[in-house]
C-alpha cells in the first residue's frame, strides 16, 4: 500500500474499461496518464519507492485487462504525444504515445513513404514497437531505428537499436522485459510525392475499414497466425463466425476478432477466446496463440466442447 502523497497526475481505483478498445477490464488500484517525460519518470519512480508493481499501456488496442482489475500503477501513455519529422533526411521521432495512425498522415504529408500500412492500427508509437505491430505486408521492425526505454528499477534510461530488440512476428524482447518504451525514431523514405503516398495510406485504411468489424469495440486480431495457415480463415472455416459467449462475440465480418457486443465481460472474452482455441485444435491439431496481451488475473479455463 502507498504511504506517501504521490507525484501530480495521480489517480486511485480507475475504471480500465475506457481505457482499452475491448471496454471492458477492472479497477487500477492506481493510475496515470503523464503528458511529459518528466512527469512520466516521477510517476515511475513513485512506484519503485512505494515498492509497487509496474505497467505500461499505450491505447489498449491490444489489452484483455482482468475483471479484477490491476493491482499497483498502471501507466497510461496515451497522452505522452508529439512527433517531429525531418521531410529532407526521412528521420522521424515520436513520443511513445503518439498515435501510429496521425504519425503515418504526418509523415504522407512530409512526403515520407513506409508508414502506410499502419494507418489502421488504433495503437500508439510504443505499442507498435513493443508488439512489433504490421499490416499488409509492412511492419514497424522494418522502419524503426531506435528506442529510448526507461529501465523503472535502475530509473537509467538506455536507446536501443531495431536489431537489438528481437523482432519477429508480432513479437520484441520488449515483451519479456519490463522495460518503458519513451519514445522511437523511424528512418522513412524521403523525396515522395506527399499526395501519392497519401493515395496509399488513404487506400489502406479503406480496404481493413471494408473487410473488418471496425464500428465495434474489438482489439483487431485476436490470434496468431499459424503460418502458413490464417487464423482467420481456420476459424471460419470451422463455422464459428457469430459463436457468443454473453456479450462476446466471433464477429460474423471477420472470424478472427472478438468483438464486444455490448456490456461483455473480460471473463467471457478469455473464456470465448479458449473456446475457440479449443475447437481449432480438436479439428486441425493447432494450436493458436493469442496476439492480444492478458493483464491481471484470469480463471482457470476448463471448457466442455
Ligand atoms: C480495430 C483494430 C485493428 C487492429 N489491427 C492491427 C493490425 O493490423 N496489426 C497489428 O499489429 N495490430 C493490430 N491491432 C492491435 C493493436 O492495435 C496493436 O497491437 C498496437 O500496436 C497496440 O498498441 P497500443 O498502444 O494499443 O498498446 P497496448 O494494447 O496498450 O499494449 C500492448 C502491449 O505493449 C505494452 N506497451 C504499450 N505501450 C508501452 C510503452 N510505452 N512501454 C512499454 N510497454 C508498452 C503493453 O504493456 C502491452 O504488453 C488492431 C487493434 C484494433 C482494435
Known sequence: MATQAGPQGLRRSVGLADYTTWKVGGTADWFAEPEGLEQLTELVAWARREGLELRVIGAGSNLLVSDAGLAGLTLCQRRLQGSQLDSGSGLVEALAGEPIPTLARRAARAGLAGLEWSVGIPGTVGGAVVM?????????????????????????????????????????????????????????????????????????LHSRTSSQPYQQPSCGSVFRNPEPRKAGQLIEGLGLKGLSLGGAQVSPIHANFIVNTGGASAAEIDQLIALVQQRVAEAHGIALHTEVKRLGQFGDLALAA
Open 132 to 204: 512489433n505491430a504490421g499490416a499488409q505486408g509492412g511492419c514497424t521492425a522494418e522502419w524503426l531505428l531506435d528506442a529510448t526505454v526507461l529501465d523503472p528499477q535502475s530509473g537509467a534510461t538506455a536507446v536501443l537499436r531495431a536489431d537489438e530488440l528481437d523482432f519477429a512476428y508480432r513479437h520484441s524482447r520488449l515483451q519479456q522485459e519490463p522495460l518503458v518504451v519513451l519514445s522511437a525514431r523511424f528512418q522513412l523514405e524521403s523525396g515522395h510525392d506527399p499526395a501519392a503516398v497519401g493515395q496509399r495510406t488513404s487506400a489502406n
